[in-house]
């Protein structure tokens, strides 16, 4: 309860300085819908160049997953893997990029770690109860967003205030000894709207390192989220909302995958805390809109094992990062049919670092200093529509780093429109970057001040089809991205370098169809070449690990009854490369993991307009494979829930 108080009174403290953008992002498959990511400004689908997929609140709710990480792996262009169970660090790639190529944003606060080597964003500790919709958007979106936004962009949007006052209970018992609960209050006070959630949820898991290995010990994990929304409207022409956020987490690890990878002191705990509020004025008859916003957020991860039979070393280690972020986005309809933004952005990234090691070979120190790297970013845009059939996006980008200087981004990105028969032409040609990471900027050890930002440069062309009504749409992208200046290690020295280059391309496509009865079936599939060229290694022209070179995601909705849904997911992920480290003899292998399918199911029953029951199985065939090598999957599990809803 003391926590409780806390983390409102810091809210509202916080209230003044803090702000954010206030997208809103409908289906993917209403082609006239709007969206925001892709250029930051309200768009409709049909306007839009970049391959977008659009997760909606009703499509959520029917999956009843409980974690993001699960519920991105359907979709066509994203690679993902996890190292164990729950708690454990979960990575998304996009088109074969690198994880931290990928910039993810949770309304409007940035959730890539300034503490991370490669400034990823972990997955695994993002719960979906609270979201309303999620974009993702792949191809190089630098131009709008900077640097992480090299491979694509992932917003995500909290659900608004409710129209009338509810309060929703959730609970939820399953496999592993698995429960979940969930509290959500909404409530509007005039112009003064107000959303709380409180999660709490636990787990006693299964081995890290996989049990096929003949590991034993359970690696469980245990979590609390607390999210907050403050919203204001002014008559007629100002907004605000703050949002908050603060997770606490806490997970067991393995020291590595395999025999004897198994460590019942390996612990690992989170503690992350983010707020954003975020500004509107509307002027000139709504031409003229202003948004303003400023964000703080600090993530704390803690690492500690001791001596076992199968480590003789002990470590502790702390990694603490913080983010702020200050921004002003103009924009201007011209005409009706030319629409300007304009938009200023400064951010400052800071981390730092404690690491002790303990062994036969004597204690090892290795501490990271407090640095901090500054981007000052401005960047411009023009949207033109032409009759609604044609339709442009240009956009530039300068941004200046503190350390390495200056880089810019462009976007070009033409549509052409037939609205006879509802056909989409796109396509997209744009570049990226990604800068260094503190770490590999400032390590006393491994850094280097003179590393160059990693670059790319990417082409997208494709067709969207709309048949019946809409009622059935299929559609298909062309990709491909050159990739220079990736940031690897000195086989000498151990230092970073800008040493990798690599060549992607591929292709997605998508079907989806409305049926009577309320059934809804969407499948895509996504065939990926991710070639390493990095001429001064030895894996010079292969495909780069972990990236599949066939994927296909199927979704089945079915309402036979209003009060019934069903849910039916498969997925199918073809074969991967994989490096792995012998420690008998320190050399790293080559392997290759199969390809597996999994299938998933989710049904719920409305008993009445308050209660729903629900449940859903994972992994139903009970499917044995591996993410990452020697790690351990989920195997054949059941989750029972029921949700309660009061109008008060």
């Given at each position: ?98 994880a931290g190529h990928l910039l993810v944003l949770m309304d409007g606060v940035r959730m ?62 399953g496999s592993y000894n698995s429960i979940a609960n969930l509290l959500t209050y909404s ?419 409305n008993a009445t307009d308050q209660t729903e029951i629900y449940c859903r199985i994972h ?30």
């Amino acid at each position: 309860m003391k926590s409780l108080l806390l983390f409102f009174a810091f809210c509202v403290f916080n209230g003044i300085l803090f702000s954010q953008e206030k997208p809103l992002v409908p289906s993917y498959t209403l082609p006239d819908e709007i969206i925001v990511s892709a250029d930051r400004v309200n768009s409709s689908l049909r306007s839009i160049a970049s391959s977008v997929s659009v997760i909606t609140e009703k499509e959520i709710a029917a999956s009843h997953k409980d974690n993001l990480f699960d519920l991105l792996k359907s979709l066509p262009g994203l690679e993902f893997f996890q190292a164990g169970g729950d708690g454990q660090t979960a990575t998304v790639l996009v088109r074969g990029h690198d994880a931290g190529h990928l910039l993810v944003l949770m309304d409007g606060v940035r959730m890539n770690m300034s503490s991370d080597i490669g400034n990823i964003t972990d997955f695994a500790n993002i719960p979906v109860d609270n979201i309303q919709q999620i974009e993702v958007v792949r191809g190089a979106q630098s131009s709008a967003y900077g640097s992480e936004a090299m491979a694509g962009v992932i917003n995500i949007q909290t659900k608004p205030v409710a129209a009338t006052p509810l309060l929703s209970v959730k609970s939820q018992y399953g496999s592993y000894n698995s429960i979940a609960n969930l509290l959500t209050y909404s409530s509007r006070f005039g112009a003064l709207g107000v959303v709380f959630t409180g999660r709490y949820d636990k787990t006693t898991g299964f081995s890290a390192a996989s049990s096929e290995y003949g590991n034993k010990e359970k690696d469980g994990s245990n979590r609390e989220v607390l999210t907050n929304k403050l919203s204001y409207s002014f008559p007629d022409f100002l907004n605000l909302e703050l949002n908050s956020r603060y997770t606490k987490a806490k997970a067991d690890l393995d020291q590595f995958g395999g025999f004897k990878g198994d460590d019942s002191t390996y612990i690992f705990n989170l503690e992350e805390f983010s707020s954003r509020m975020d500004g509107s004025i509307l002027h000139l008859g709504n031409r003229l809109n202003i948004k303003f916003g400023a964000a703080l957020s600090r993530n704390v991860r803690e690492y500690k094992y001791d001596v076992t039979i199968n480590n003789p070393a002990s470590s502790a280690s702390i990694y603490d990062g913080r983010i702020q972020k200050y921004d002003l986005q103009i924009d201007y309809a011209l005409i009706p049919s030319v629409q300007a933004t304009l938009g200023f952005e400064h951010q400052a990234e800071s981390a730092t670092s404690e690491y002790i090691s303990i062994s036969s070979y004597g204690p090892y120190i290795s501490d990271f200093p407090h640095k901090q790297a500054i981007i000052n970013g401005i960047y411009s845009q023009v949207r033109l529509n032409i009759d609604e059939s044609i339709y442009l996006t240009l956009g530039d980008r300068f941004d200046n780093h503190s350390q390495f200087g200056q880089v810019f981004t462009y976007k070009i990105a033409p549509v052409w429109y037939i609205q006879r028969t509802e056909t989409k032409f796109k396509a997209l040609l744009s570049n990226g970057f990604k800068a260094p990471s503190l770490f590999n900027l400032y390590d006393p050890t491994y850094g280097n001040p003179y590393l160059n930002p990693e670059k790319s440069k990417s082409f997208d062309i494709g067709f969207e089809q709309s048949i019946y009504g809409k009622d059935i749409q299929f559609g298909a992208t062309y990709f491909q991205s050159k990739l220079e200046n990736l940031i690897g290690s000195d086989p000498a020295t151990f230092k970073a370098i800008n040493i990798n280059n690599a060549d992607i391309s591929g292709i997605e496509s998508f079907v989806s169809l409305k049926a009577a009865l309320n059934l809804n079936i969407n499948v895509n599939y996504t065939r990926l070449l991710a070639i390493d060229k990095g001429k001064a290694g030895t894996d010079y022209d292969k495909q780069l690990v972990r990236r599949p070179r066939d994927k296909t995601g199927l979704t089945i909705n079915y309402s036979p009854i209003d009060e019934l849904s069903v849910n039916i997911e498969a997925l199918y992920v073809g074969k991967r490369d994989e490096k792995v480290f012998n420690s008998l003899d320190y050399t790293i292998a080559r392997v290759v993991l199969g390809g597996y399918t999994l299938i998933n199911l989710a049904a719920s029953y409305n008993a009445t307009d308050q209660t729903e029951i629900y449940c859903r199985i994972h992994n139903l065939l009970n499917k044995r494979y591996e993410e990452v090598y020697g790690y351990g999957i989920p195997g054949f599990s059941v989750y029972f829930g029921l949700k309660l809803d009061f109008n008060l």
